[in-house]
């Protein structure tokens, strides 16, 4: 007991904390599950917003749309290997036509909301890294939406000290949830 009580205060004095934020996926499943071995085409969706430290208003993520497409893409390939990264920022309609042109089987289009990263010193729990990102699934064949899923993911990286440790990236945060939704959304065999 007195082992468990030294502890506890020495973690007070340190000063070590970490704040997570919520972390999950709010599911909608329209038709049947993804079905293995279908090529797979992973758009650039437009930028997202992020909220500036001490502001109560979204601005324009410069480079979040690209940032959220390459990771879903690293992943995404990882389990279909025939997956195709868009090279501009598409709308779903041009994302379909693209993979249409290209003779690929789904899209899966990364819609960021927020794209908000904190830096080391600002971090609090009243301002954290955010990554919110609607991905929606289509079958190019019949053009319609098969999921749409709202991930989601925030936090900040633990402090020792007051002193951050580990790198925390909105990014990585992102990866985080996609690993899971992925894990979740296996590809079936038909």
């Given at each position: 007991?007195?082992?468990?009580?030294?502890?506890?205060l020495m973690l007070?004095?340190?000063?070590?904390?970490?704040?997570?934020?919520?972390?999950?996926?709010?599911?909608v499943t329209l038709?049947?599950?993804?079905?293995?071995?279908?090529?797979?085409?992973?758009?650039?969706?437009?930028?997202?917003?992020?909220?500036?430290?001490?502001?109560?208003?979204?601005?324009?993520?410069?480079?979040?749309?690209?940032?959220?497409?390459?990771?879903?893409?690293?992943?995404?390939?990882?389990?279909?290997?025939?997956?195709?990264l868009g090279v501009?920022?598409?709308?779903?309609?041009?994302?379909?036509?693209?993979?249409?042109?290209?003779?690929?089987?789904?899209?899966?289009?990364?819609?960021?909301?927020?794209?908000?990263?904190?830096?080391?010193?600002?971090?609090?729990?009243?301002?954290?890294?955010?990554?919110?990102?609607?991905?929606?699934?289509?079958?190019?064949?019949?053009?319609?939406?098969?999921?749409?899923?709202?991930?989601?993911?925030?936090?900040?990286?633990?402090?020792?000290?007051?002193?951050?440790?580990?790198?925390?990236?909105?990014?990585?945060?992102?990866?985080?949830?996609?690993?899971?939704?992925?894990?979740?959304?296996?590809?079936?065999?038909?």
């Amino acid at each position: 007991m007195r082992s468990l009580i030294v502890g506890c205060l020495m973690l007070t004095l340190s000063g070590c904390y970490m704040v997570r934020g919520p972390r999950g996926i709010d599911s909608v499943t329209l038709q049947a599950p993804l079905q293995a071995g279908k090529s797979v085409y992973v758009p650039i969706a437009p930028d997202g917003r992020y909220k500036p430290w001490m502001s109560a208003t979204l601005k324009d993520a410069p480079g979040s749309g690209k940032a959220a497409a390459e990771a879903l893409y690293d992943e995404v390939r990882l389990r279909q290997p025939r997956s195709v990264l868009g090279v501009a920022a598409e709308t779903e309609e041009q994302a379909l036509a693209s993979a249409r042109a290209k003779g690929l089987e789904y899209v899966f289009y990364p819609r960021v909301n927020e794209w908000t990263e904190a830096s080391y010193w600002t971090c609090s729990p009243e301002y954290k890294d955010i990554v919110n990102v609607d991905l929606s699934v289509y079958d190019v064949a019949s053009g319609k939406a098969i999921k749409i899923d709202r991930l989601y993911n925030g936090g900040c990286a633990t402090r020792v000290f007051q002193i951050p440790v580990g790198i925390g990236t909105v990014e990585g945060r992102f990866r985080q949830v996609l690993q899971t939704w992925l894990g979740q959304n296996q590809f079936v065999a038909r």
